[in-house]
């Protein structure tokens, strides 16, 4: 009897071993997928960036001619001032165009908002401040003819783009981004200033001197955000992007006399502008083309 029962015991084991083998087995859970995160621009940023600033006026050389009865002029502040022949008649004093350009660099702060994370439109405010390296060149100019009795106290000048140190923007910028890639365009308020002692004061009709000149700006540029592996991304965060742009700035020269400013004259009072009494065409537009790196506060 203890074998019968054993027996059934185990042919009842095995009976329920094979029946659990046949059954269907319980599906693996599914693999989760964390979609990679999407960068956003909107945000507070600062940042610095250098390049290269160039004169992009289409009037060419800046030259004048001596004509008889003293061409050039100095407005002071009683008024115009005719200066000693800076040229003997019919001679002329043309500058190279190739002085205004040199370094630019500065900083940068604003603010950018996207309407839709990932891909999509950006709008935003910037505003920044630039050293230029125009005023700070030497005058290159060349004589066609002779001096006059009054060029050792001539101080040439190229324009009024050949007194600026400094200039800066507040400007608008509208992009679209596609992810960690922005395309922008931007334009506004443009300002600069100029040094009042080595060189030419800016000054106007009304024979108040001013070294501080407004204009406008318009550009554009492509705003990548940088991997936290990069080289570039010092910070080791995803909140750094580089930049590339261009910018056109013309400065409005409605505040000065709108004759060409040619040097300056040293008096016994100071240094006073000296312009050419015969207006000419002579634009004050420079262009800048800069890179620039951008620290973005929060950012994931």
């Not at 019919?90 to 891909?119: C, D, K, M, V």
């Not at 600026?164 to 608008?172: E, I, N, Y």
């Not at 890639?181 to 060189?199: H, I, K, S």
């Not at 030419?200 to 001197?209: L, P, Y």
Request: aromatic share 14%.
């Amino acid at each position: 009897m203890k074998k019968l029962l054993t027996s059934l015991a185990a042919f009842t084991a095995l009976t329920a071993a094979a029946s659990a083998a046949d059954l269907p087995r319980r599906a693996a859970p599914p693999p989760i997928f964390t979609p990679a995160p999407v960068f956003p621009w909107t945000a507070a940023y600062f940042g610095i960036n250098a390049g290269y600033a160039f004169d992009a006026s289409s009037n060419g050389n800046n030259s004048f001619t001596q004509i008889p009865g003293a061409n050039p002029v100095a407005i002071t502040a009683a008024g115009g001032l005719f200066v000693p022949p800076i040229l003997t008649p019919g001679s002329s004093l043309t500058y190279g165009r190739n002085q205004n350009e040199g370094f630019s660099g500065g900083g940068q702060i604003g603010y950018n908002y996207q309407f839709t994370p990932g891909t999509g439109v950006v709008v935003g405010f910037e505003a920044d401040a630039q050293y230029l390296d125009f005023g700070g060149r030497r005058q290159g100019f060349a004589i066609a003819g002779a001096p006059g009795a009054g060029f050792g106290n001539f101080v040439p000048a190229n324009g009024l783009l050949s007194t600026l140190d400094f200039f800066g923007t507040v400007r608008g910028r509208l992009g679209y981004a596609f992810d960690r890639v922005l395309f922008y365009g931007t334009g506004g308020f443009a300002y600069a200033t100029g040094d009042q002692g080595a060189r030419v004061a800016f000054q106007n009709f009304s024979g108040s001197r001013s070294s501080f000149v407004t204009g406008w700006t318009v550009g554009g540029g492509i705003e990548y955000a940088l991997p936290t592996d990069s080289f570039l991304n010092f910070f080791r965060s995803s909140a750094v992007t580089l930049k590339v742009e261009g910018l056109y700035v013309n400065l409005d020269q409605g505040r000065n006399t709108g004759l060409p400013l040619v040097g300056g004259y040293i008096t016994p009072a100071g240094l006073v502008p000296v312009f050419n009494n015969v207006p000419v065409r002579n634009n004050a537009e420079f262009a800048v083309v800069r890179a620039g790196l951008n620290y973005k506060f929060g950012s994931y």
